[in-house]
């Protein structure tokens, strides 16, 4: 008999235990980062800083994982500013993330791909009567050539 009477007081300290550690929420903010377009593609390894607004000592850098999560926990209450950038994405900054006491803001981020920029583009095309242009675009600026084709 005495050992069902240990038994049930272990149970009800680790029930206890346990109930008390789920009850307290980290004060945090919980990132996704991803591509634009349809549908969403998370994007991983972005670079995300975060800084507390009017106090630029409280804040750090991380980076997401490769599903494009990632949780920051243990802050202190407050507004942050976040930049979050992803290269061959534009970066982009985010003020007014507001974190809570004992809560999890969820943010998700949705980065536009980066414009390119073709510096150099030739073509050239063969024209009635063999007389064939040549184009040249460098930076913007056209130079043609006509040839005579034999």
């Avoid at 005495?2 to 009800?12: G, H, K």
């Avoid at 800084?51 to 926990?73: F, K, M």
């Avoid at 920029?117 to 460098?138: D, I, N, Y």
């Amino acid at each position: 008999m005495p050992r069902v009477v240990t038994a049930v007081a272990v149970f009800i300290v680790c029930a206890t235990m346990t109930h008390g550690r789920q009850d307290v929420t980290p004060t945090s903010f919980s990132v996704r980062v991803f591509a634009a377009g349809n549908p969403l593609v998370p994007l991983g390894h972005a670079r995300v800083r975060y800084a507390l607004e009017g106090d630029e000592s409280v804040g750090g850098q991380v980076r997401t994982g490769a599903d494009g999560t990632r949780l920051v926990s243990d802050l202190r209450e407050g507004v942050y500013t976040l930049e979050v950038a992803v290269p061959g994405y534009a970066k982009r900054t985010d003020a007014s993330v507001v974190v809570v006491e004992q809560a999890t803001t969820e943010v998700d981020i949705v980065l536009e791909p980066e414009p390119t920029s073709v510096r150099h583009v030739r073509f050239g095309a063969l024209l009635f009567g063999g007389v064939v242009l040549v184009a040249t675009m460098v930076r913007g600026k056209a130079r043609a050539a006509r040839m005579q084709h034999e």
